[in-house]
């Protein structure tokens, strides 16, 4: 599933392509994403002019005046810009044509993704309004952590993974991000202190960032706007390594379940 990091990337990648440029034309192929895309949404948009183009979380919001265009990545979705848009293939669902002559393309081949059109305030769409807030907020803190975490005995990794307190932080880049900060993932979250919770923090925003650098984690089907594949998964340290020496210390790399997820850690590093 593209996380954050991929969703940045694909932001970064399309945003020279549509600010300030005019939507010229939009053709729906299949409507049937994870929500159906808006039969009203061509109405909407032909014709208005992209004026930013922003990140929420895993969301991209197209910012249209006062309006929205969200689109959602879904598990296997992905946004390419196309200045001359090659023929339709399967899992092609949306084409946003803009006035330069350039095309995005929306696929997504298991149709989890979303593309909705939200009115003003975007902030209280239900997809938005309970988001926490993100890993480089200044607002996000140790101290925030501290006391968002001080009645949560769930896994530490699953409070990570919880929109409501750190808008972002998915399956991978939890397991990496823990493993840096020497965090086994099932410690219950009350239970690490608030010296070690700025140490986490510190470690989410330097994983982070290293893999926006590098264009994000290509396991399946994501590329970038560009098509291009990202490559941090080649400097994972825990995530998908079941088994494998550890690349610090040597011990085999444990893997669990938790919260339904795969969960990789270092029994010797993450203690």
Request: a positive charge; one cysteine or more; aromatic letters at 8%.
């Amino acid at each position: 599933m593209p996380e954050l990091p991929e969703v940045e990337t694909t932001r970064r990648g399309v945003a020279p392509h549509v600010i300030g440029r005019r939507i010229a034309a939009l053709h729906v192929y299949d409507r049937r994403l994870r929500w159906p895309v808006p039969g009203s949404l061509q109405k909407k948009i032909v014709g208005r002019t992209i004026e930013g183009l922003d990140r929420r979380s895993k969301y991209l919001l197209f910012r249209l005046g006062g309006d929205t265009l969200l689109v959602h990545l879904g598990m296997t979705g992905s946004l390419r810009a196309f200045t001359h848009a090659p023929p339709l293939s399967a899992h092609d669902h949306v084409d946003i044509v803009l006035d330069s002559g350039t095309t995005l393309r929306y696929r997504d081949p298991r149709r989890f993704g979303a593309i909705l059109w939200v009115p003003p305030p975007a902030d209280a769409h239900p997809l938005l309004a309970s988001l926490g807030p993100e890993p480089f907020d200044p607002a996000c803190d140790a101290q925030y952590l501290r006391a968002a975490t001080r009645r949560r005995t769930a896994a530490i990794k699953l409070a990570l993974m919880d929109n409501r307190l750190l808008a972002g932080v998915g399956n991978i880049y939890a397991n990496e991000s823990l493993f840096r900060a020497g965090i086994r993932p099932t410690t219950p979250a009350n239970r690490v202190s608030g010296i070690r919770l700025g140490r986490l923090l510190a470690e989410v925003q330097a994983t982070l960032t290293e893999a926006i650098a590098k264009g994000g984690s290509t396991l399946r089907d994501y590329v970038d706007s560009r098509g291009e594949s990202g490559y941090f998964q080649l400097d994972y340290y825990v995530y998908g390594r079941q088994g494998l020496p550890c690349r610090v210390c040597g011990t085999a790399i444990k893997g669990i379940r938790l919260g339904g997820r795969a969960t990789s850690y270092c029994p010797q590093c993450q203690r």
